[in-house]
C-alpha cells in the first residue's frame, strides 16, 4: 500500500476520531420540568429522569415542584421550559400570553372520586351538607359537580361547598369530620378506603371529557430549539411507555415522588395512572369541556377553540416516524 494511501487512511480516522470525541465532550443540555402537584398523573417527568431516559436524549433534566397557580407563571418567567399542569390552569394564562402552549396531555376523562364519610350511605344523606373542594371554580369543583349531578343532587342548592387549597387539607378534613364529603384521588383513594369511606362516584366509570394533566411549554423554546423539544417529549414518551410496561420499576420510582413506601398505595396509584393513553395527544373535544367551563364563569373563554391552545406537531413528527410503535413493539398500543 502506498505511502499516499497510508496517510489518506490516517487522516480519516483522525478526522473520525475527533469527531466521536467532540460528541463525547458535548455537554448535556439543560432543561428545568415543572409539575403542579405531587399526584400521580403528573408523576412522568420524574419517573423518565429516574429511569435515565432524558439523559439518553442528551438532556440534563431537573424535575421541580411549581404548585398549584405557581406553575404557568413559572413557565412564562423562563423558570421552567416544560411544565405539567391541568389544562384548567394552563389555558387561562395561555390566553393571556399566548408563548404558553400546550404539546400533549395525559388524562382525557374526568378521573377522580367523590368520596363521602362512612355514615353518609346515599346521595339524599349528603344533602344540607359540607363537601371540600381545592379552589372555588377549579377542576376539583367541576369533577365534585359532575359527581353530584351524577347523583341526582344539586351542587348549588342540596350542599355547600368549603375550598380547603389542597389535597392534603381535603383528605384530613374528610378523616376529622370537617367535611362530608370530597374529591380525591390515588393513593388518597387508598387510604380512604382503609378509613372505611363510602365511595359514591367514581368520575372515570362516567367518561366524562375534561383535559386534565398537559404537557406545556412556550412557542418560543419550540421555535428555537425544536430539537430539544423533540428529544425532551421523547424521553415524556418513554416515560409513558414504562408506566404501561414497566410496573415494579415504576411503583419503585412512583415511592420516590410521591414519597410513601406503602405497597397497596403505589399500586393503587400505578393502576390509576397506567390507564394514560401511549401516545399522549391533547384531545381537542376534552379541551373544549374545560373551555365550556371556563366560559361559564368568563364568556370570552366561548370565543376560543381547542386548536387556540394546543401544538401537537412534535408530537405528531414523533408519531410519524413510528417512534411510539417501536417501542411497544410486539405488546401494542395500551390505553392509545
Not at 408563548?99 to 363521602?116: E, H, K, N, Q
Not at 419550540?222 to 428529544?231: C, E, I, W
Not at 379541551?287 to 364568556?299: I, K, M, S, T, Y
Request: glycine share 8%; no cysteine; proline share 4%.
Amino acid at each position: 500500500m502506498s505511502l499516499k494511501r497510508l496517510s489518506s487512511i490516517a487522516a480519516g480516522i483522525i478526522l473520525v476520531l475527533s469527531a466521536f470525541e467532540a460528541h463525547a465532550q458535548r455537554k448535556p443540555e439543560k432543561l428545568r420540568i415543572g409539575y403542579a402537584a405531587r399526584a400521580v398523573a403528573h408523576s412522568v417527568p420524574f419517573v423518565a429522569k429516574e429511569a435515565g431516559f432524558f439523559s439518553e436524549e442528551g438532556i440534563d433534566a431537573e424535575v421541580v415542584r411549581t404548585a398549584g397557580s405557581i406553575a404557568p407563571m413559572a413557565l412564562i418567567a423562563n423558570e421552567v421550559d416544560l411544565a405539567i399542569m391541568s389544562a384548567y390552569l394552563m389555558i387561562p394564562v395561555s390566553e393571556r400570553n399566548r408563548d404558553i402552549v400546550m404539546l400533549g396531555g395525559f388524562s382525557r376523562y374526568a378521573s377522580m372520586v367523590l368520596v363521602a364519610r362512612p355514615e353518609i350511605k346515599s346521595p339524599q344523606d349528603l344533602k344540607g351538607k359540607i363537601v371540600g373542594i381545592q379552589r372555588p371554580g377549579d377542576a376539583y369543583e367541576k369533577s365534585l359537580r359532575f359527581g353530584l349531578r351524577h347523583l341526582g343532587l344539586d351542587a348549588d342548592k342540596d350542599v355547600t361547598m368549603l375550598a380547603l387549597g389542597t389535597n392534603d387539607v381535603m383528605w384530613g378534613a374528610l378523616q376529622t369530620g370537617r367535611v362530608a364529603a370530597t374529591i380525591l384521588s390515588p393513593p388518597g383513594t387508598l387510604f380512604a378506603r382503609k378509613a372505611g369511606m363510602n365511595f359514591m362516584v367514581d368520575l372515570t366509570d362516567l367518561k366524562l371529557e375534561y383535559q386534565g394533566s398537559t404537557i406545556a411549554t412556550r412557542r418560543s423554546l419550540v421555535q428555537k430549539n425544536p430539537a430539544l423539544a423533540t428529544r425532551a417529549l421523547r424521553a415524556i414518551v418513554k416515560g409513558v411507555h414504562l408506566f404501561k410496561t414497566r410496573k415494579e420499576d415504576t411503583v419503585r420510582i412512583l415511592g420516590k415522588f410521591l414519597g410513601t413506601g406503602d405497597r397497596e398505595a403505589l399500586e393503587e396509584s400505578w393502576e390509576y395512572a397506567a390507564k394514560m393513553p401511549a401516545k399522549p395527544y391533547a384531545v381537542e373535544s376534552a379541551v373544549q369541556a374545560v373551555l365550556d367551563h371556563l366560559a361559564e364563569g368568563q364568556p370570552k373563554f366561548a370565543q376560543y377553540r381547542p386548536a387556540d391552545f394546543i401544538d401537537a406537531r412534535v408530537l405528531s413528527e414523533i408519531d410519524k416516524s413510528g417512534y411510539i410503535d417501536k417501542l411497544y413493539g410486539a405488546h401494542g398500543i395500551q390505553g392509545r
